[in-house]
């Protein structure tokens, strides 16, 4: 018995000390800890921050941040952060509970400020199409949401504009954390905010080739609002969020809406269940065009693994379907 | 009237597979819902929809997002959990509910473990559950192969099963079907809330086993005819539950129980067979 009870002693000690050293060993690099809520976010991070920032994701490739539940693992990397990015506009439900249970004290930075939000509608996912975003004006409007119908449209990425403000904004977060970074941050936002702007030119140029009255397509959630405004594509989805849950008129609306107007391709997302889509898609004989990556990028391997190749696999799945 | 309720139905493919496989269903559920009503058993439902976690979570580590690698799991999680609870409420002092709660939670906590480890936020239980608005050709044939099966089953072991409700005792001392009915009809059970799980998900997969025949006790005195009672409630009400959500705009799923519900409340109230309204009118007294 007491044989026992030493060696019990033993171990906690040996698991105690161990644990202690790794987190010694964390400190040692010098390296500005960052915490990014999604992958997205992550990989903005990543490349306005270089090498002086070490970021690490919460939510990660093909994850879904509506229905994300934080771990103790998670929290732990919290607390040990030194800046958090997370959306905002009422992405990241989770957030508070996370930050307070963590006891993070770090930097707290809003990507989404300063964007100009869209609402979605909770009744109706109808998004027309408008004329392309004016790129001087950036009104600042916080998210109105006065009826209990309209909500903040989180999904702001999807337009390479607002992406220009989210890397702006981690820039600024990022120096006012590690003044002494200045000069890298804003060199490696100054490059990044360049490939923006190109991807940016490159999607415009392809959705202008296609013909005006192909410019529709289903998808299974609202999350291509920004895109759609942006870029002259209208976006008709079954549910807002992946929480919810589709109604017999919802279904009935859309495939009604893809026979009269030949809406040609249905869209799946790589964080939702494809069976209903499917379902729609052959009812109506129009085509499963591919899978659109919205609240997530891919792993390495996949076709989506940083933000821009995510607009360029979009974009290609899209033309390629609408084409044709 | 009759026009606008048949419409949808003509109008979408997607109603009328929802029709075909909320009938399904509504055949093969009910009947064992009766008879976990009658053996106390009716909380099962509920608690398989927890333990078949493990199972789908060692499907997804070993084959990614394979339905049927995970809804395979998933039955043989359902199944170990059942068979372990039966075992244990006829070896030792606890009786079924009691190890049942045991069991499915282990489950369940496993079952979490083992999707956590993968670490991805993807929610498995999502993906493995369908809905009744979304049946494929794959669902379809499932619930249906599913149903002939349970329903083939149930006829060849309706006396023994009857009997191990109301006397399990004594058909163990007449006959050795006592066990074997009793491992078939847990299988029987995991294997429609599976199919039902990933065919309509889990709402409205243990809500049609059940809630219908809760309501058919208030209407007649003998197994067959709250069999049949279960039966037609739980069609009428998927057909009440399809046209609400279509002419109403709210998800199916709910709309269907809350349709079963509500008659369950109705047969409380004036079900023929112990509805309270009735006990509450004076009758006539009894004269020489």
């Not at chain 1, 879904?64 to 607390?79: C, R």
């Not at chain 1, 279904?251 to 269940?273: G, S, W, Y």
């Not at chain 2, 979304?134 to 149930?154: C, E, F, K, R």
Request: glycine letters at 10%.
């Amino acid at each position: 018995m007491r044989n026992r009870l030493l060696t019990l002693i033993a171990f906690a000690f040996i698991a105690l000390s161990l644990s202690g050293g790794a987190q010694a060993a964390d400190q040692a690099d010098g390296k500005l800890k960052a915490v990014a809520s999604f992958s997205i976010l992550g990989d903005m991070v990543k490349n306005v921050g270089g090498d002086r920032v070490e970021v690490s994701t919460l939510v990660g490739p093909n994850g879904d941040a509506h229905l994300f539940s934080p771990t103790p693992a998670d929290a732990k990397m919290l607390a040990g952060a030194d800046i958090f990015f997370v959306n905002g506009l009422g992405f990241e439900g989770w957030m508070e509970r996370l930050e307070n249970a963590s006891g993070f004290t770090g930097a707290l930075v809003v990507t989404s400020g300063g964007v100009m939000p869209i609402t979605m509608e909770e009744d109706d996912h109808h998004h027309e199409a408008e004329a392309a975003d004016e790129r001087g004006h950036v009104e600042h409007e916080a998210a109105e949401d006065h009826d209990a119908d309209q909500i903040a449209d989180p999904h702001a990425w999807q337009n390479l504009y607002n992406g220009e403000i989210y890397v702006r904004n981690i820039r600024d977060g990022l120096i006012a954390v590690d003044p002494e970074g200045k000069e890298t941050y804003e060199a490696n936002a100054e490059t990044y905010l360049a490939a923006i702007e190109a991807e940016d030119k490159a999607v415009r140029a392809a959705i202008a080739k296609l013909p005006e009255s192909r410019r529709k397509i289903i998808t299974s959630h609202d999350a291509f609002g920004y895109f759609g405004n942006a870029y002259g594509l209208e976006i008709i989805a079954p549910t807002a969020s992946t929480e919810s849950e589709a109604s017999a008129q919802d279904v009935a609306k859309i495939i009604r809406q893809i026979r009269e107007e030949h809406i040609p391709a249905v869209f799946l997302e790589n964080v939702t269940d494809r069976r209903l889509l499917d379902r729609i898609a052959s009812e109506t004989g129009a085509k499963v065009g591919g899978t659109l990556y919205s609240d997530a990028l891919s792993d390495k391997d996949g076709p989506a693994p940083t933000y821009l190749d995510m607009f360029k696999h979009n974009v290609g799945a899209l033309t390629a379907a609408l084409s044709s | 009237m009759i026009d606008s309720l048949v419409q949808p139905f003509i109008e979408f493919a997607f109603m009328r597979r929802a029709l075909v496989g909320s009938l399904a269903i509504s055949l093969t559920a009910p009947p064992i819902g009766v008879f976990l009503v009658l053996r106390r058993m009716s909380l099962m439902g509920d608690a398989m929809g927890h333990a078949i976690l493990p199972g789908a979570a060692i499907g997804y580590l070993l084959a990614g997002l394979s339905l049927f690698a995970m809804s395979l799991g998933g039955f043989a999680a359902g199944l170990a959990v059942a068979l372990a609870a039966g075992l244990v409420a006829r070896s030792t002092v606890l009786r079924e509910d009691a190890s049942l709660a045991g069991f499915y939670l282990v489950s369940l906590a496993l079952g979490v473990m083992l999707v956590s480890m993968r670490g991805s936020s993807v929610d498995l239980l999502h993906v493995l559950f369908g809905s009744v608005l979304a049946l494929n050709d794959g669902a379809l044939i499932l619930i249906a192969a599913i149903a002939s099966v349970s329903l083939v089953t149930l006829a060849l072991l309706y006396r023994p099963l009857v009997l191990e409700c109301f006397d399990p005792q004594f058909l163990r001392s007449v006959s050795p079907l006592s066990s074997p009915t009793h491992l078939v009809f847990l299988v029987l059970v995991v294997l429609n809330l599976v199919a039902g799980f990933q065919a309509l998900g889990t709402l409205m997969a243990v809500g049609i086993m059940l809630l219908p025949a809760v309501a058919a006790r208030f209407w007649s005195e003998d197994v067959g005819g709250m069999i049949a009672v279960a039966v037609v409630s739980a069609f009428g009400s998927s057909v009440t539950g399809l046209l609400v959500s279509y002419y109403v705009n709210v998800p199916t799923g709910p709309a269907v129980i809350l349709a079963c519900g509500a008659f369950y409340l109705l047969s409380m109230l004036v079900g023929v067979r112990g509805g309270v309204l009735w006990g509450l009118m004076p009758r006539k007294h009894l004269e020489a």
